[in-house]
């Protein structure tokens, strides 16, 4: 229906800039401080970020109603 592409659209667009936001402070934070523990702990959090962004729009998209 019209109300849950809506709802998936706006789940998306907010994401994307949810995901851009943490990038940009993870990106400013590891120019600064350039410490190889805490690289790593950006990219796997960032990458779980990712994971969990595109579960939840799979699970959007599946829902019905």
Same mark, same amino acid.
């Given at each position: ?10 789940n998306?667009i907010?994401? &994307? $800039?949810?995901i ?6 993870l990106? @400013? ?8 523990p &805490? $690289? ?9 970020? @990712? ?8 699970a959007?998209?599946n829902?019905?109603?």
């Amino acid at each position: 229906s019209r109300e849950n592409k809506e709802r998936q659209m706006t789940n998306l667009i907010t994401g &994307l $800039i949810g995901i851009a936001g943490v990038c940009t402070f993870l990106g @400013i934070m590891l120019w600064w401080i350039k410490a190889v523990p &805490l $690289i790593i702990i950006c990219v796997l959090v960032m990458a779980l970020l @990712i994971y969990d962004f595109y579960q939840s729009l799979r699970a959007n998209g599946n829902r019905a109603g």
